[in-house]
């Protein structure tokens, strides 16, 4: 059994109960072109673990009520679907102080698509539809996905596990993923990175318990950073071999160095992503009311010596490579 149903979600949830044939030819022309660009931006999602039987959830929910019942009937489908889009409206309000909700005014209302079959769900927003006829669903002139900011979700039948989240803004918004589909991301090369780094400049990453002096721990802590700076790949015995301290003094092993709670949230081998390291180490320094300097790495880059401050002075070095644009840009001889 197959099901189409459309919701318009502004400050209330509007069905658009029955759709004729047109109207579901074009929804599944829209959902299948942005399933076949999916492969550069998807992202996998689970549902956190210790959740898994729990049928408050909204995805385990529709796995128990929904995929594994014997029979089904559209009604109870199509039900189920009203009840998400429903949620979907509550997870983008928000709470005044006397209890009421009201829209978040920072959240596009928009053109909630629903398609469900015996063995997926999928479920696509339109914010503010600005590529489709909002009646017909037809695409206006021809189906650019370059003008439409959406979000969409790919549930499979009992993959608890594997749940295709996307979102055509540049991050996934949280109330998308972990509001409305209750869900978390899965260990990849952005979680891992993000966890270490957070870890690491929290002050949970090395295990208190090897009772480093302070000018120990703050040198040994120094070094990791570095090694995240300057390598493609986390490795625990990798990054423990390359660290320098005392090893006569402090007889352990990678296992003792690091806190014992690190690898049950990230993996003890991993891809480094850059684009997580630019994000925790980037700055922007404001210079005057007209000027500011955006650095990806201020750390790494004060430490190279490439930016200096003294006095009322920001001084940059320009690396070879780049003096010419540099020069060409400010017109000036260097």
Known sequence: MSLYKAYDITTVVEDRLELDDEQIENMDRVVGLILENLSANKIFYQVPIGREEDESHPIVRYNKKIFNEEEITVEEVSLELDFLANKLLFEEQ???R???RRRNKNISEGLLFAKHTGKQLILLKLDEAKIIDRITFQPIDGLSLEKQYYKIVVVNKNALSDIVVVDRNKVIAKYWASGFLELERKKDSYVNTTGLIDYLEENKLINLDVDFSEDDYTDVKEQIREYIFENKKFDKETV???LKFDKDKYE??????FANHLFDDIDVEF?????VVVKKYKRTINVSKFVKVSINNLHREMKRGNVKYSGNKL?????????????????VDL
């Open 98 to 100: 006397d209890g009421a």
């Open 271 to 275: 891809d480094i992503d850059n684009d």
């Open 315 to 331: 001084t940059l070095t320009v690396e070879a490579e780049y003096k010419e644009d540099v020069k060409q840009m400010l017109e």
């Open 252 to 257: 352990i092993t990678a296992d003792d160095l």
């Open 240 to 242: 423990f071999a390359s």
């Open 94 to 96: 928000v709470q005044e």
